[in-house]
């Protein structure tokens, strides 16, 4: 029998706290969308109140489904939402389908691999650490409470600011997937794929903490930690051959 998904949890650093989606982010997360649109370039964006109306709402059912978690990004020295990023992709190994397919959930609802994906920032939240913290936070839990193998991300091979982002986490270049899915401002655009894998995991938190410091900011292994509703410990099973 499968279990449900556990409750939603916060991740909160120094700079950031990571707080699960809510209906009352909409105005919020509106006003970070256009505060100046003119650094989003190949990242999708939602423009509009109709348009965040509609990111809510998918964000809203991918957690239901069991495919993403999703949060919006907050500043912890203003109280300003500046944001989002979420986990997705989920994948749960054990989950009696292969390939892994959504919808199938581990018996232990904990996943074994996860992307980290859909971030944005107001520019003015840019390069001040915030983004890097953030991705810490989410790569401790990934690796330290769920123990995935894997955190991928992907970014359009022509946003080259993306891709050196995600290259300075420590994550290894992978390729490029070809006409991989819509392009933010229309079209079709190629992927860069990128991961992490959990053994690369201890070089790449060191670097990432060796950065935040750079920021001012010392991330102790108190901020590391989920705030709030917390997931259970996984059981892991082999996976069958």
């Known amino acids: 029998m499968m279990c449900a998904m556990p409750a939603p949890f916060t991740l909160t650093g120094r700079l950031v706290r990571l707080e699960p989606m809510r209906e009352d982010h909409l105005e919020p997360l509106l006003a970070a969308a256009t505060e100046d649109r ?5 990242t999708y964006v939602p423009k509009d109140r109709a348009a965040v109306r509609r990111y809510l709402d998918v964000a809203g059912d991918d957690l239901r489904a069991h495919v993403a978690v999703p ?6 020295r203003t109280g300003r939402v500046v ?3 979420r986990f997705r992709e989920l994948e749960y190994w054990n989950a009696g389908v292969w390939p892994p397919r959504h919808g199938h959930v581990d018996p232990c609802g904990v996943p074994d691999a996860a992307e980290i994906g859909s971030t944005w920032l107001t520019p003015s939240a840019q390069r001040t650490g915030i983004n890097v913290e953030a991705k810490l936070l989410m790569l401790t839990h990934a690796f330290e409470h769920w123990r995935v193998q894997r955190v991928s991300f992907k970014a359009d091979t022509r946003n ?3 891709r050196a982002a995600i290259l300075a986490l420590g994550a290894t270049f992978e390729g490029v997937r070809r006409a991989h899915f819509p392009a933010a401002e229309g079209g079709v655009r190629d992927s860069a794929l990128f991961s992490i894998l959990s053994e690369e995991w201890q070089g790449a938190k060191t670097r990432l903490i060796a950065r935040l410091e750079r920021h001012g900011v010392a991330a102790g292994r108190d901020a590391l930690a989920p705030q709030s ?11 069958a051959a």
């Open 229 to 239: 509703g917390a997931w259970p410990e996984p059981d892991r099973e082999p996976v």
């Open 71 to 76: 949060f919006a990004t907050v500043e912890l």
């Open 83 to 85: 944001g989002t990023t």
């Open 38 to 42: 003119a650094s989003f370039g190949y």
């Open 160 to 162: 080259e600011r993306s």
